[in-house]
């Protein structure tokens, strides 16, 4: 079992910054990869950038240059820095951990990200 707290959403003006982080307990010694996702209302949950255990990362089009996905493996913690937000930005923001060779998926509460125009 692996359990994720995440924080450091909220609303912003568009052109800023947030920074969300996702803490990992748990299992943690089983996590593959994490990543952060998001879901804007009437939209699917979409991903938005992904780390693996190895330091690999990838974004989704729609954000590279602006995100960056890090994680601190001292403090079992993967951040995700979001600079230049715009509105469509907004959603709710999930931390997600694949774990295991199953490749079993968990999921923190997910934390609000609102971009004012």
């Known amino acids: 079992q692996v359990q994720l707290v995440e924080s450091g959403g909220g609303l912003v003006q568009a052109g800023g910054s947030l920074r969300l982080s996702c803490a990992a307990s748990?299992?943690?010694?089983?996590?593959?990869?994490m990543g952060w996702y998001r879901q804007a209302p009437g939209k699917q949950r979409e991903l938005v950038a992904a780390?693996?255990?190895?330091?690999?990362?990838n974004y989704a089009d729609s954000v590279k240059g602006r995100f960056t996905i890090s994680r601190d493996n001292a403090k079992n913690t993967v951040y995700l820095q979001m600079n230049s937000l715009k509105p469509e930005d907004t959603a709710v923001y999930y931390c997600?951990?694949?774990?295991?060779?199953?490749?079993?998926?968990?999921w923190g509460q997910g934390t609000q990200v609102t971009v004012s125009s």
């Open positions: 997600n951990a694949r774990v295991g060779p199953g490749g079993d998926d968990y």
């Open positions: 748990g299992s943690i010694f089983s996590i593959n990869a």
């Open positions: 780390i693996t255990s190895g330091g690999s990362t």
